[in-house]
């Protein structure tokens, strides 16, 4: 892994990967706090949906047969003979000349085998004149007899029981990620709670002697920490809880004392971003170093270099139970830089940690076509910020071969690794191959979607 070979994209995250022992433990989450958890166990439903034939319309419960000749002008006159309403067992059975008013989502009673709806009917009061218009108001005084107006099929506005799902059917899958339906779902078939994975516990260190806090003054040459926010922000959307280790001065005391923190934690992952590179100041890879192994890599990317990945563990005396170590990511300081090393490198190890399924650890890919010439050095891969045309309703336009059409953020000018104000700007990275040194306009190019959230 190490030498001086420069490593792909692919073998650097592979080598990431391969120190994943398996995805966080499950827990359970209440559904009031389950949107965007990612599911550790398939669910399965415990009840069919719905329990029990129940109507689709206010209207009443017969027999289909004794409509079956019903018209406007030769309307068929039914008994009342009782009601069931939405929440209430049916209490008497549908016989032949006999009608029951039922109300939306109530079982059906018994002896009916179809739903007139009340549109198609006309109240009669005891003596047989109209107690209403036709249609009446569904809740009104229940009539003594109904004229129905038309003849209605078997089955005729019934909602059978499991039509929607049969008890035990599967409806939720391992590794989905809970949505707002999702969690109707699951509350639509009784459940109140469900097993996820717990959130990965990510700290996140800046470093830098130069580097404050946002809103602190900056004295001669200070700048303002944009990374640790940015990373909270990056690790939050990508699922992870993140927890703040602070901006460390670059002295190995100060870095080991706040990866220890964060060890003691229980992180099952750290961030720290800066001092990586090889400069008298660079500390955080021995810092890395007291607690467990890591390499600096020189992946064949651009920007990303230099880049320290490892795993490590809080003193045994600290922390108790036997867990998994905690994946080290050094990454360079320049934001831009944390930036694209995060989406490349940690977003997906968080994902996959997190539980997420294979297919599910990546950006949604794409294919886009420059709108401009751009040049990178040859030899790496260049993850360059683009934004993307789109039409007035916010939808990126395609070409006839549905290829998006992206510009650089910033403009060419705007992709150095320092350029903050470009990166804001992106819709997505589009990825230039190792081996072009520069890339034409109309150069077909994939595309990976950034969070516009
Ligand atoms: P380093 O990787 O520590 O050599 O830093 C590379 C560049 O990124 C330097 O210009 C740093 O000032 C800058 N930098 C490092 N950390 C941060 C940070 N947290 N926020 C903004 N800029 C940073
Ligand atoms: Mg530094």
């Known amino acids: 892994m ?28 209440w559904l009031s706090e389950a949107r965007g958890r990612v599911l550790a166990e398939p669910v399965t439903s415990p009840i069919a949906l719905p329990p029990w034939d129940n109507s689709a319309m206010d209207g009443y419960a017969i027999r289909a047969t004794d409509v079956g000749v019903a018209t406007d002008d030769a309307p068929v006159r039914l008994e009342v003979i009782g009601e069931v309403r939405a929440g209430q067992a049916p209490d008497v059975t549908v016989q032949r000349g006999t009608a029951v008013r039922i109300a939306t989502g109530a079982p059906l009673s018994p002896g009916a085998d179809a739903v007139v ?8 009061d005891a003596t047989g004149a109209a107690a209403g218009p036709r249609g009446r108001d569904a809740a009104g005084p229940l009539p003594q007899a109904v004229m129905v107006h038309t003849a209605v099929p078997t089955g005729g506005s019934i909602r059978p029981a499991g039509s929607d799902l049969v008890a035990g059917s599967r409806i939720l899958d391992a590794g989905t990620v809970l949505t707002p339906a999702a969690i109707g779902l699951a509350a639509g078939v009784g459940l109140d709670h469900l097993s996820v994975r717990r959130r990965p516990v990510v700290g996140i260190l800046a470093t830098g002697d130069e580097v404050r806090s946002p809103g602190r003054d900056l004295g001669p040459a200070g700048i303002p920490d944009a990374n640790g926010p940015g990373l909270v922000a990056m690790v939050e959307a990508a699922g992870g809880d993140p927890r703040v280790l602070g901006i460390a001065k670059d002295r190995l005391e100060d ?24 400069g008298p100041y660079d500390v955080v890879r021995a810092g890395f170093e007291a607690f467990g192994t890591v390499q600096l890599w020189r992946v064949a990317v651009q920007p990303g270099k230099p880049f320290a990945f490892g795993t490590g563990r809080a003193p045994a005396d600290r922390i108790p139970e036997e867990r998994p170590p905690a994946l080290l990511f050094g990454l360079p300081g320049n934001p831009v830089s944390t930036f694209v090393t995060f989406e490349l490198f940690v977003r997906p190890a968080i994902r996959r940690l997190a539980g997420h399924r294979d297919d599910d650890l990546f950006r949604p890919r794409d294919r886009a076509v420059l709108a401009g010439p751009v040049t990178k050095g040859s030899g790496r891969r260049a993850f360059v910020r ?10 990126p336009r395609r070409d006839d071969h549905g290829r998006v059409h992206a510009s650089l953020a910033g403009g060419q000018g705007g992709q150095g690794s320092h350029v903050l104000s470009a990166l804001a700007t992106a819709d997505a990275l589009a990825v230039i191959p190792e081996t072009d040194a520069s890339l034409a306009a109309g150069a077909e190019v994939e595309l990976w979607w950034l969070d516009r959230a």
């Open 386 to 395: 683009v934004t993307v045309e789109r039409d007035d309703q916010g939808t």
């Open 255 to 278: 870095v080991k004392a706040r990866i220890c923190a964060g060890l003691i934690e229980g992180a099952d992952a750290l961030i720290v971003s800066g001092g990586v590179s090889v």
């Open 2 to 29: 190490s030498g001086d070979r420069l490593l792909s994209v692919e073998e650097a995250r592979d080598a990431v990967f391969a120190a994943i022992e398996g995805p966080t433990p499950l827990e359970i989450a």
């Open 117 to 124: 709806p009340v549109e198609a009917t006309t109240p009669l």
